[in-house]
C-alpha cells in the first residue's frame, strides 16, 4: 500500500473559484483582469449550485456583498483583502447580520458591534459574503452542514460552514475558531487548508466565548499564502517577512504522541511516507522527543475546558437549559462541574509551565508532523467526529495548519497533515507549510 | 505628623444600608429579622437622596429589582447571594438592560445575553439593581459621575459608578472590570473596598474586551467578607475555606517601586506607619526586593494594552471614530499604532517569564503592600486619575485588594491601601486583607 500524494484543492478544481486563491484574486484585481463584483458573482454562483447540498451558511448578506464588490469594482484595489469574499463562522459577531451561536436559542440575534477580527477583515476592504454554519455554541451539537465531498460524511466541527464553504468554492477564505479541535478537523475532512494561530496572536474579542484558556481564532483557505494575506489584515502589515523556506535541512519531528494508536491505517501510512519524501528532499526527519510534555495534558485540557464552558454559558444554563442539546449538557457542561475550582486552577499552573518547556522540546525542532484527525471524515451527520489530533497542540498554544495532501483510498475523502510550530512562530511555521505542501504535492 | 488610621466606611455610617455588608444581611435573611424588599428599599432610598448629586447609575431597573426581593421575601433564604443588591459596570453585558459601554455610540444598545458574572451572580439570587457608569470604552474619557465624598472631585474610573454607588450605600456590592487600574484606584477614591483578582480566576466572558491580556472582572464591597460570597458565587463552594489569618508572622513586603516617588506625603507616611503597626502585630515587615521585575514592566504593558486596545476596537475606529473622544484616539489607541506587532509579541513573551519570576520573589512574602494610589482623589471630573500604581500588579497577573484606612488630612478624602498576593493565591490574600483591614482600623 502506498500513499499517493495530492492535491484534493487541485481536484476539487472544477468548482470556480475555488482553483483561485485570494491571493491570485488579489494579483487579478492589481492587473485589471477580473473585478471583485467577478469573483463575488462566481462564488453566488457556487452557492446557488451547492447550498442546498452542503448547507454551509446560517445567513447570506448577497445584496450588501453585491453593493460592497461595486463600490470596489471602480476603486484602485488598496487593502489587504481588497475585493476578497470571506465567510464567517457564526459565533463571531457581526452588525449588520444576525448572529446565532449554532442554537434555537438565539435565533434572529443581531449583535451590535462586529467582533474585532471581521472589523478588521472590512477595514482591509475584504467583502463579508455571510454567517456560516456553528454547531451549537462551538461544542459537539452539529449544524445542517454536510461535507462537500460526500454529503453523508460530516464535514467535521466545530467550524463546520467555513470549511465547507471554502471547500465548495463559495468564498476563498473564510474565518472559524477553535478550542480544541473546530479549525483543523473540518479543514482536514473538507479537503482545504486551515490555520489554527498561536494563542493570542489574533484579536478574539466580540467572539462568543467557549473556554477562554483555550478559544482561538482560525482561518480556511484554499492557498498557504493566503494565510499571510490574513494575518496582515488582522495584525498588521509589520509582521515578519519571511522568504521561502527550504526542507532542506530542515528539522522535521514525527509525533506518535498522543493518540498515535487512534489513526487509521491509511492517516498512519500518510505520515510514514510524508516522512521519506521531506528525507528525499533533505530534511533530518525524527520522532518527536516529548519529555513527557503529553502525560496529563488531555486531562488538564478537559478541565479546563469543562470548568470554563460551564461558566460561560452561565446565562443559557440559568434561562435556557432545557433548550441545549443533551451532548452539550452531559458533554463538556458536565466535565464542568465535575471539576473543583482548585482542580482548575491546578491545571492552568500546570499548563503554563508545560508550554514553556515544550517551547525547550520545539526547540531542536522546525515544525511536527502528525495527522490532522484520526481518519478522513467519518460517515453520518451525527457527530462531528474527534478532535482528539488537535488537543495537544491548542492546549499548548501552537500554531497549526492543517494541510490537504492525499485522498483516502477507501473512501476518496480527503486526508489532512498537521503542520505544528512553536507558539508564537506562525510566520515561520506558514513557509514551512508551504514547503511541505508544495513537496508533497507538486 | 502621624496617619490617623480610620474606616471610612464606619464614618460614614449614617448612609444606611452602607453600614450593612452583603455578609450581614445575608445573617438578617436567614435570621429574617430582615427581608430582601426592606434592604432593596433602603438601596432606593440612597439612590433618591444622592443620583442626583453623585451620578453613580446609567440604568436602573427599579421595577424588576422590586419584584425579584418580593419573589425572595417570602421564600427561605438560598444561594450565596440570596436577596443582596448589586450594581453591574456599563460594559459588562445584561440581557434585560441597555449596556452602552460609557459611549453615546450605543445609547440603548441591548445585548442578547448576560455576561457570565451577572448570570453566575443572578443563579446565586442576587437582585440586579441597574447598570453603573463606566468611562468610554473603560479608558480614560470620564462619565457623569461624581465622587460622594466630595462632588468637586474625580470618583476614579474607569469603574467609576460602581465605586461610587457602593460608596453612597446604594448598593452594598457592584461589579467592575481592571484592565490596568479600574477596580482599585476608584476604591481608593471612593472609600470602599475593591477587590480586582488573579487573572483568568473569575470568567470575563461577555464583558466589553479592552486588553484581553489584561482584563479582569473586579468588585467593591464595604466588607472583606463579601470578596468570599462573591467568589462563591462566581467559581463555587468548592473554593478553599481558609481560616482566620493572622498578623502575627505574616511576612509583609513593602513595595516602593514602581513609582513610589510619586505618591504624596500623606500616601507614603500611610504606608509607613501601617507596616510599624504591622510589626507592632507581630509581623516581619521588609522592603519587596523585586530583583528587577518592574525595569521594563510599564513598557511593556503600554505595548500590550496599546496593541490589543487598538483592535478590540476595530469596528469603532472603522465605522464611529469621529464619535470616539480625543483621549481615547490619542491615548491607549494611539500607542496601539505606534507598536509593531513583533514588539507587541516580544513583550508578551517576555511578561509571560516576569510573572514566574515574580512568583519566585513573592514565595518568601505573604503580601505586599503599597498605596492604592498617588494621593486621595484628585480635585476636578476631567481626569479620573493615574493608574500607574496599579499597573504593575495588573501586569503581573495579582490579586490585589484597596482597603480604605484613613482619610488625608487636608481633604477629608479617603486614602487607600492594596494588599498584593502571589498570582491565584485570593482567596489567602484576602484573609490577610481582613486582618490588615481589622488590624488598622478597629
Request: glycine share 6%.
Given at each position: 500500500m502506498e500513499t499517493k500524494f495530492s492535491n484534493p484543492i487541485q481536484i476539487n478544481r472544477s468548482i470556480k473559484p475555488n482553483s483561485i486563491s485570494a491571493s491570485a484574486m488579489r494579483s487579478a484585481f492589481s492587473s485589471r483582469q477580473l473585478k471583485p463584483s467577478e469573483v463575488l458573482e462566481e462564488c453566488i454562483a457556487n452557492i446557488d449550485l451547492y447550498e442546498k447540498h452542503v448547507g454551509a451558511w446560517a445567513f447570506i448578506n448577497i445584496e450588501g456583498a453585491r453593493e460592497f464588490a461595486r463600490e470596489l469594482d471602480n476603486k484602485k484595489p488598496s487593502g489587504t483583502l481588497f475585493g476578497i469574499p470571506f465567510g464567517i463562522k457564526d459565533n463571531i459577531d457581526t452588525f449588520d447580520m444576525p448572529t446565532e451561536y449554532g442554537t434555537d436559542i438565539y435565533l434572529g440575534h443581531q449583535p451590535g458591534r462586529d467582533a474585532a477580527c471581521v472589523a478588521e477583515m472590512r477595514a482591509s476592504k475584504g467583502v463579508a459574503l455571510g454567517k456560516t454554519i456553528c454547531t451549537e455554541f462551538a461544542h459537539r451539537?452539529?449544524?445542517k452542514t454536510a461535507n462537500p465531498w460526500n454529503i453523508e460524511h460530516t464535514p467535521g466541527g466545530s467550524s463546520s460552514g467555513s470549511a465547507a464553504a471554502v471547500a465548495s468554492g463559495m468564498v476563498p477564505i473564510a474565518i472559524g475558531t477553535q478550542t480544541t479541535g473546530s479549525v483543523i478537523r473540518p479543514a482536514a475532512y473538507c479537503g482545504v487548508i486551515g490555520y489554527k494561530p498561536s494563542y493570542g496572536d489574533l484579536n478574539i474579542s466580540g467572539v462568543l466565548a467557549n473556554t477562554p484558556s483555550f478559544d482561538t481564532l482560525g482561518f480556511f483557505a484554499n492557498c498557504v499564502d493566503d494565510l499571510v494575506l490574513i494575518r496582515k489584515a488582522l495584525l498588521d502589515e509589520s509582521i515578519p517577512k519571511i522568504k521561502k523556506l527550504s526542507l532542506k535541512g530542515a528539522r522535521v519531528a514525527i509525533a506518535?504522541?498522543?493518540?498515535?494508536?487512534?489513526?487509521c491505517a491509511s492517516s498512519q501510512q500518510m505520515i510514514e511516507e510524508a516522512a521519506r519524501v521531506f528525507e528525499d528532499a533533505g530534511a533530518e526527519v525524527f520522532a518527536l522527543d516529548d519529555q513527557g510534555v503529553f502525560e496529563n495534558l488531555s486531562e488538564w485540557n478537559i478541565e479546563i475546558s469543562g470548568y470554563e464552558f460551564a461558566r460561560t454559558l452561565a446565562h443559557e444554563r440559568r434561562l435556557a437549559f432545557h433548550k441545549l442539546s443533551e451532548i452539550l449538557r452531559n458533554g463538556r457542561m458536565a466535565d464542568g462541574f465535575r471539576v473543583a475550582f482548585s482542580s482548575y486552577q491546578a491545571a492552568k499552573k500546570n499548563l503554563e509551565l508545560l508550554r514553556i518547556k515544550f517551547d525547550e522540546v520545539m526547540s531542536g525542532v522546525d515544525f511536527v508532523i502528525c495527522?490532522?484527525?484520526?481518519?478522513a471524515a467519518p460517515q453520518g451527520l451525527d457527530s462531528t467526529g474527534s478532535a482528539d489530533f488537535n488537543m495537544a497542540w491548542t492546549s499548548l498554544h501552537c500554531p497549526v495548519i492543517s494541510l490537504p495532501v492525499a485522498l483516502e483510498k477507501n473512501t476518496g475523502l480527503p486526508l489532512g497533515l498537521q503542520v505544528v510550530g512553536t507558539r508564537y512562530s506562525d510566520d515561520r511555521v506558514i513557509k514551512f507549510a508551504e514547503a511541505v505542501f508544495k513537496c508533497l504535492t507538486n
Open positions: 451539537h452539529p449544524g506518535t504522541k498522543p493518540y498515535w494508536e487512534e489513526a495527522p490532522s484527525a484520526q481518519s
